[in-house]
């Protein structure tokens, strides 16, 4: 079965510092991996996701993702954060094959001080 | 690209009252459709999901219920709602092999 692991609860950063949200994810072979964002009693919005290609993905909002299959990660990276990026961020993987169930990390507050 | 509707954004139930929480998708056609609760703390929780018309596939077996209706419409349900019911109620359709799952604003529920 899939499986994501966000290890850390909540991610601190200042204004204008990279952030960077980690993931690790294990599925039976190549995955399909997503990340989303959630504001405050808001549904998830997708930011972005890797499917096959280009192991660095960009998506909405200035933020990208590296796709590492030897240490099976995708963090998520953004290089110059907004106070306005604070939310809950979810990583989410699914094996190519089967149904198209996802399964999700248990997310990461990032908090980005002014 | 598609849009997912939820209605009502929040709820106040008492305990044993029925349940009926409506998501409709526009801008597409035969989605695939999900039903997923995150309770306080973040985590989400897939309830259901349904690959078309009148099918419906139970992740975790508890007091809700789930129907599709029709292509678009997707509805959660219970016949009486228990205290542990209350969180916030996801919807999210996707479409094809390589779907990308997108997300209603979701419904509050309270049950007292």
């Known amino acids: 079965a899939q499986s994501v692991a966000q290890p850390e609860d909540q991610v601190n950063v200042a204004e204008g510092n990279p952030l960077t949200v980690k993931c690790t994810y294990s599925?039976?072979?190549?995955?399909?991996l997503f990340w989303y964002v959630q504001y405050p009693n808001r549904g998830l919005q997708f930011l972005l996701k890797y499917i096959t290609g280009d192991n660095l993905v960009k998506g909405s909002y200035g933020f990208e993702a590296e796709f590492n299959k030897s240490q099976t990660s995708f963090h998520l990276k953004k290089p110059s954060a907004l106070v306005s990026d604070s939310a809950l961020y979810f990583c989410a993987v699914r094996a190519p094959y089967g149904n198209n169930r996802l399964a999700f990390g248990k997310g990461n507050q990032v908090v980005v001080i002014p | 690209s598609q849009t997912i509707h939820q209605w009502p954004a929040t709820l106040v139930q008492p305990v044993g009252s029925p349940l009926s929480l409506e998501c409709t998708v526009e801008?597409?056609?035969?989605?695939?459709l999900y039903w997923y609760r995150q309770a306080a703390g973040r985590g989400l929780q897939l309830l259901f999901y349904s690959v078309g018309i009148g099918q419906i596939s139970s992740e975790v077996p508890q007091n809700l219920s789930a129907s599709r209706p029709q292509d678009r419409q997707f509805i959660l349900s219970s016949k009486k709602l228990l205290l542990s019911d209350s969180g916030f109620y996801l919807c999210?359709?996707?479409?094809?092999?390589?779907?990308?799952?997108?997300f209603g604003p979701g419904t509050r529920l309270l049950v007292l």
């Open positions: 599925v039976s072979g190549n995955p399909y």
């Open positions: 801008g597409t056609s035969n989605p695939n």
């Open positions: 999210a359709g996707g479409q094809g092999v390589q779907e990308t799952q997108y």
